[in-house]
């Protein structure tokens, strides 16, 4: 059978931005990649109608709304609009499920119910919180907050969740406590991305921070967006999101968080440490070795994806608040 692909607004996106090196050359590493194609989407559009796979992506993000959460006034406005809902849903980076940006539908076989964290190591109070616990104990609140991906693009996201202090005050680390490393849920019977199946990289996918960084104000832990509880395709139902660093370190749909001696292997840093520093933070000076961060493509409002170029800021315009950390 012969299928004819009629590509949507976003496959239009990927296309035209895979001129920039910067979207293929990071995928030679997963040579299968041939961008994840989903039948559904291949449906037409019938007239204003929307088609089966839109009707699918907004269920896929009509999810309950949060009850209570406070908009913290200190990250409440920027200097750019907050990017369309159903764009940010639909253009992600989470390998477990496929190499490309379509991986909403592929996601949504991860079993985000009965989640449990596990939060362990060198702590005086190590606990498992199941995301009611989280949502109980931590005074959530909503912070908008610049996003920018190490690929060159970028988003705004209203975040829902609570600041990463808040965990640590919680579990005290001991004093020999210096780094902190997050695990993401693995399941080769679930997350049968293409990496996965081939058995090439080092799953599950983790990401570290030195523990001053985890105790910086900026540093958030993420249970919702938009309102809402975080749709799976974004990294549900716990993800982090460190808004002055590359995307790659906010690890999603976090399962354990261990609080360590020494600098913790990472994995994108493990697959090619000159290209991913463990450290990672956003700098338009440094480029990455195959291509400038000076500029970066800032993906709006919607409903369809347009970018406007924008300079990259040192650490994502949030110097005023980490840049201590790196005197
Ligand atoms: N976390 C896991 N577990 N797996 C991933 O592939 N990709 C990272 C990060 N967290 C990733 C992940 C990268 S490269 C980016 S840019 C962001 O998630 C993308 O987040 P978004 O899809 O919500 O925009």
């Not at 990017?83 to 996601?107: H, P, S």
């Not at 001696?261 to 994108?268: C, D, F, I, V």
Request: charged content about 25%; some cysteine; aromatic content about 14%.
């Amino acid at each position: 059978m012969t299928l004819i692909r009629i590509p949507k607004s976003w496959q239009i996106f990927k296309q035209e931005i895979t001129s920039e090196t910067a979207y293929f050359n990071r995928r030679r590493f997963i040579k299968t990649l041939v961008g994840a194609s989903i039948g559904a989407s291949l449906l037409p559009l019938a007239g204003c109608q929307k088609s089966a796979s839109e009707t699918a992506l907004d269920s896929s993000l009509d999810l309950p709304k949060i009850k209570s959460f406070t908009p913290n006034p200190n990250f409440s406005s920027l200097d750019r609009p907050i990017t369309d809902r159903t764009l940010a849903g639909r253009y992600n980076n989470f390998y477990e499920f496929g190499g490309g940006k379509n991986i909403w539908l592929k996601a949504q076989k991860l079993p985000a119910e009965n989640w449990k964290v596990e939060v362990t190591g060198l702590v005086k109070n190590p606990r498992t919180y199941d995301i009611d616990d989280l949502k109980r104990e931590f005074a959530l609140e909503e912070r908008i907050y610049r996003f920018r991906c190490v690929e060159a693009w970028s988003m705004v996201v209203p975040w829902i969740g609570f600041p990463m202090k808040a965990l640590i005050e919680k579990v005290e680390p001991t004093s020999s406590a210096k780094y902190v490393r997050f695990t993401s849920f693995y399941d080769p019977e679930i997350t049968t991305g293409p990496g996965i199946v081939f058995g090439k990289l080092p799953w599950p996918y983790q990401e570290g921070l030195r523990i001053e960084e985890m105790a910086n104000e900026l540093a958030f832990f993420a249970l919702g967006n938009y309102g809402r509880d975080l749709p799976k395709q974004q990294g549900a139902p716990l993800r982090m999101v460190l808004p002055w660093k590359y995307g790659f370190k906010g690890a999603k749909s976090i399962v354990k968080i261990e609080f360590l001696a020494s600098q913790p292997a990472t994995y994108w840093n493990t697959i090619n440490s000159q290209e991913y520093g463990f450290e990672a933070n956003v700098n338009p000076d440094k480029p990455h070795p195959r291509w400038s961060q000076a500029k970066e493509k800032f993906i709006g409002e919607g409903p369809d994806f347009k970018w406007e170029i924008k300079e990259t800021m040192p650490y994502n315009g949030y110097g005023e608040y980490v840049a201590s950390l790196y005197v």
